[in-house]
């Protein structure tokens, strides 16, 4: 059996920072605007303080303007909401992100409803939902956007394309199913109450898997020479007790009968932070009726 095409999500990923880096600097140069991105982090849970600082890290890399905004723990749902309202006013930001997950005594929705739709840079509002659903231009979520840009970087054309999703998700499941839908693709969604899983991911061309199980996707689900995508970020604690991170496919395996295969980590990963990247300078140039030729170099 051969060994499958692997997709390089750090290169694809570093490309588009480099996009990035252009069109912030010619924001600047010709427009005399410096793009922004607020993330709002509240409480201190130590996984999401490292996605914070990456964002950061990833602003300061293309010249984007970073503000960090931390919130205490027992910060109160209308408490949380009046720091995203200060954010939606304040011209210097373009894109409000706030982490998930919340503390238990917040709704996530109410905070997502809060945030301005044309600031909405992760792409959860109900608005950005409908309008992606109704094919409208809207901010797309960056993980989901990430594997679409991998899979059209090994796939010209989709169209006919059997796609399966495993999982359902709102912040991978449901956007990508409705962005393989876009693509015209045939999409079977499958999750945790679907019957012969194996089965259904054996007849996709494309197997996108998000469903937060550590090396679930086996080689025999897969169809010899089908793309794989695998979203999945689970960390494990290998037999001497250090730490690593696996994704939701059993990559040994499944490398040796798929067509093309994202590694983790180093696949849809570095694709989300370069997206949310190209977001906040989408959202910058809308936000000032600046057009999307502008934003062509991509
Ligand atoms: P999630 O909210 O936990 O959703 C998991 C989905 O998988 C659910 O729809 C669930 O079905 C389904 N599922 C779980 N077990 C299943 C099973 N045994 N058989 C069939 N379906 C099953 O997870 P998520 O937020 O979408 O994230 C999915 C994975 O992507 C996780 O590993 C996460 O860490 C990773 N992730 C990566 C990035 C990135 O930047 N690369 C970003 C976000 C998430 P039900 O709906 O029926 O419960």
Known sequence: MGDATVIDGSAVAAGLRKCAAEIAARLRDEKGVSAGLATVLVGDDKASEVYIRAKGRACAGSGLA???????????????????????????????????????QIDPHRVIAAIDPAKDVDGFHPVNVGRLWSGLPTLVPCT????????????????????VVLGRSNIVGKPLTALLLAADCTVTVVHSKSKVVPVMCRRADILIAASGQPKMVKADWVKPG??????????VADPDGRSRVVGDVDYASVRAVAGAITPVPGGVGPMTIACLLLNTLLAACRRRGIPDPYFGVL
């Open 66 to 104: 970073a503000f960090d905004i931390r919130l205490p723990a027992d910060i109160s749902g209308a408490g949380l909401v009046a720091e995203v309202e200060k954010l939606n006013v304040d011209d210097r930001v373009d894109g409000v992100l706030v982490q998930l997950p919340l503390p238990r």
């Open 144 to 163: 989901p956007q990430g594997c679409l840009r991998l899979l059209r970087s090994v796939h010209q054309d989709l169209a006919g394309a059997d796609a």
């Open 226 to 235: 089908a793309t794989v995508i695998d979203v999945g970020i689970n960390p």
